[in-house]
């Protein structure tokens, strides 16, 4: 039953303290409820801490299809512990989570009709008006997640877009710096601690777009911290021209 | 901006930033408008008046007269008055995996952890995969207690913002820096990997019943005891070059506990002994370093190297129950420089 939990985990992006404590499945109604909450306090070594504040209920969404199951996710936490920033939750008084609120309004802003997006997701159209006037009235917020999936990858900061010299995002030598087939010398410690991850991460992803995003994390990284990476940049554009010719 | 009856350090221009002071002199310096990062016990810190400080409890230093112990006096470092302090917060379990993202773009985080607690363990595990993880500098460390109280007291970090000690959640500074100027972070660990066999663990975690000796499972309790280790040697894992160790806490029948998770996709290798550490140390350090805003050493590198009394040259600050220079660190020497 916990390897369940943990590959739904996985599917609803729930990470550590977060977990699911239940799951209720009808299949014939294509339907599964899926209860959050913050999982126990790890003890270190034996030593025993304060417990944490009262669990209440938060609220519950219709969260996105997952395997042609309709997901309603209903969360479980203490009423200090702030939930916005999470995908599988919703904005209070609102029927869908972040996530699906996100993917119905890209929809609606496409041009797909009311009709097919009921259809498509199995929902009652009403919501979909709720959601609607909530997004006239602005008491919705658009997922960020939505917004990354249209906007260039910029990186943070005034050095973004100020990239002399520095390889095209979809360059390949990204690529190969990412797989491990570029060995660069390395001076910078975050970028040695990146790298360690991104190469552990790229041989597992399962497809080339996974393993263009990866390495697209490593663009990023250099736009943001060109100041301090001049050797490493200059190893990077050499191993480039290399390729070219 | 100072109170010109308190006696106070000099800070001459490149000079380090931090050193031991009374609880009078840090509380002066708070009045005065100091933005300050403070270590001390927890008596001392729960004195001070509100302000821009952060700190944690501890009572082992490497000060300007070497290592020393003391429940008296607070290590302070002063932030530099091109640092802009953005914002003070405390994290807790839910929040924590938003540290990086909540750091201004350009500038810097320091992160106070309570030794012990749920926010430690989780930020140990799954800080690598936090949002914007290694692209904002990120440094800190774990308060901890006297070695004569452990199991007695707990931890504590103070949000002096709000004047707040906490046991349960992390404290985090969030600093600009103004163009062109940036935060660097970096590290000093002696430890290099041993010419031992590759150790690889198949979970996550701060224990380990089994491991895999060049691909063979064995009892790693009984494998270390039949190699004859030295378990205050780490284990050490190549990070594209840079050595990053997790220390072992206890041997015991059927498992090993560590001050720092372990990871199933990293190799690792018990380390080469050092000597003299505070010889090498001095040799280690980097000749162009700058000024160093912060920096913090480990408690076991104090108690096993014999630092007592032993000058690190610039490196000063405590000597803490782990290291943070982005991702949770064992027996480092971790250091903030502002460059640009």
Known sequence: MRTDHQLLEQLLELHEPWEIRA???????????????????????????????????????RHLNLAGFRYVVRVVAPASVSLERYEWTGEPEQPFTRAMSARLTRLLAEG??????????????GEIWRLKRSLETRSVRVSPLDAAGAAPDTGAGPAAGAA???PEADDPVWGR??????????????????????????????????RRLKARELHRFFVKNLRMLGAELQQLRA?????EA | MMNSGTTLPVRAPGADLGDLLDVDAVSALILAGERLLLAGDEALLARLPRGT?????????????????????????????????????????????????DAPAEGFSVMILPAFSEVHSLFARNAPNYEDMYLKPLIGWIAGVHLDDLGRATPKVFDGSRGEGCEERAVVLHARLPEPRYARIEIVNLFRPGSGPGLRFTDKGFSAAKVLVDGVEQDFAAWLRRQGSDTRLPLVADYCGAMVNVSIKSVEAG????????????????????????????????????????S????????????????????????????????????TLVYLTIEG
């Open chain 1, 112 to 125: 797909v009709s009311l009709e097919g997006i009921c259809r498509l997701f199995g929902v009652d159209p």
């Open chain 1, 239 to 243: 191993s480039a021209l290399r390729e």
């Open chain 2, 296 to 331: 913090c050493n480990c408690i076991l590198n104090y108690l096993y190297s014999n630092l007592e009394g032993r000058h690190t040259g610039p490196m000063r600050g405590p000597a803490t129950f782990g290291e943070i220079a982005y991702q949770l660190l064992n027996q």
């Open chain 1, 164 to 166: 002399p010299g520095l």
């Open chain 2, 255 to 294: 498992r090993v506990d560590f001050y720092a998770p372990v990871f199933p996709d990293i190799e690792y290798r018990i380390a080469a002994p050092i000597d003299d550490y505070v010889a090498r140390f001095l040799a280690a350090l980097p000749a162009d370093v700058p000024p160093v805003t912060f």
């Open chain 1, 23 to 61: 799951v209720r499945t009808d299949i014939h109604g294509r339907r599964c409820e899926v209860e959050v909450g913050l999982a126990a306090p790890r003890t270190w070594f034996g030593l025993v801490r304060k417990p944490s504040a009262p669990a209440v209920e938060r609220g519950e969404w």
């Open chain 2, 53 to 101: 400080w952060i700190g944690g409890t501890i009572p082992y230093f490497v000060a300007a007269d070497g290592g020393t112990s003391s429940r008296e006096r607070l290590f302070c470092t002063r932030l530099p008055a091109e640092v802009e302090v953005d914002s003070i917060r405390l994290y807790d379990a839910a929040s924590l995996a938003h540290v990086c993202a």
């Open chain 1, 177 to 210: 710096l990412a797989g491990g087939d570029i060995s660069i010398d390395i001076g910078v410690l975050s970028l040695k601690l990146l790298l360690t991850r991104v190469r552990s991460q790229y041989e597992a992803m399962p497809d080339d777009e996974s």
